[in-house]
């Protein structure tokens, strides 16, 4: 408790910041965390670009978690949800991520009527446009 300068009048400290901001990335990473499980076992593992099979030893093969909107900007209420999330091998997350040749939008969740995953749609780059490549 904090002095003040009335007697049996007592201030209470605020909390510092650095607590605070530790419990909110404390729930934060334990919501990353789940969504990402949850979207390894939809994915059986596998890019959802290419569907090589991804994890295992090493950052070569390790999955890449990818935001469909990046977590930056989405809103918090689909932020970490698994349809805003798509795994991919470390190639195609590299074209996605930094070369700016394919682009991946949609829903990672949405199913055909057999139950197949086709929520995301694929995109090239060809002269200055994007242009469809399918559903994933």
Not at 18 to 30: M, P
């Amino acid at each position: 408790m904090g002095a003040s300068n009335w007697p049996g009048l007592a201030i209470p400290k605020p909390e510092p910041r650095w607590k605070s901001k530790r419990k909110k990335v404390t729930e934060e990473s334990s919501d990353i965390k789940d969504a990402y499980q949850l979207v390894d076992e939809r994915d059986e593992r596998k890019c959802r670009i290419c569907r090589r099979w991804v994890g295992g030893i090493g950052m070569l093969n390790a999955v890449h978690h990818h935001h469909l909107i990046s977590r930056s900007i989405a809103p918090r209420e689909i932020k970490h949800t698994t349809g805003n999330i798509a795994s991919l091998c470390n190639d195609c997350h590299d074209l996605v991520e930094n070369s700016g040749l394919l682009r991946i939008s949609g829903d990672a969740d949405a199913r055909d009527p057999n139950g197949v995953l086709c929520g995301l749609t694929l995109e090239r780059a060809v002269d200055g446009n994007w242009e469809a490549v399918g559903q994933r």
